[in-house]
């Protein structure tokens, strides 16, 4: 994928009172390049348990390919492009969201747990434009993804 229409992708997952911090940052890890810094912020629930926000923006170019390239194990690929036009926003965002537990056990599966958000390249900044460039980056990651399969199983 030579061009990557994105601007940036944020992920973000809330770690609650009975979670293991380690183990969310684990599972929010498995879409981050190697060494990519987590940010952290504190805040409240409603009945006072501390809950912790984990959240990183990559905007750069090699770390936006390293996070298309694990997103590309997703399953149900087909589904989220089938479902462009509601996970699209006027804005241009591209929003769904990862199962944490499966993340950390290092699947990507479409779920509850992690926020995954992409500023798509839409010129003109149109929600139209903005997902057609969302789906061609998701059918370019089922293509890759394919060929990898073909490449470990061959």
């Known amino acids: 994928m030579p061009h990557i229409p994105l601007h ?3 992920l973000r ?3 609650y009172a009975t979670e293991d911090e380690k183990r969310v940052e684990s599972a929010l890890r498995t879409l981050l390049p190697d060494g990519f810094e987590i ?15 984990l ?9 936006i390919r390293t996070v298309l ?7 149900e690929g087909d589904r989220l492009v089938s479902e462009l036009d509601e996970r699209v926003t006027e804005n241009t965002e591209l929003f769904f969201r990862v199962d944490k537990q499966a993340a950390f056990q290092g699947e990507v599966v479409i779920g509850e747990g992690i926020t995954v958000r992409a500023k ?3 010129y003109p900044a149109t929600k139209e434009a903005a997902v ?4 061609e980056v ?3 990651l089922e293509a890759e993804s394919g060929e990898d399969h073909e490449e470990a199983s061959g």
């Open 8 to 10: 940036y992708v944020d």
């Open 13 to 15: 997952t809330f770690c």
């Open 39 to 53: 940010e952290r912020a504190e805040s409240e629930g409603h009945y006072g348990d501390r809950i912790l926000v």
């Open 55 to 63: 959240s990183a923006r990559v905007e750069n170019a090699d770390g």
């Open 69 to 75: 390239a694990r997103l590309a194990a997703i399953e």
């Open 120 to 122: 798509v390249e839409a």
């Open 132 to 135: 057609e460039n969302a789906r």
């Open 138 to 140: 998701l059918e370019e």
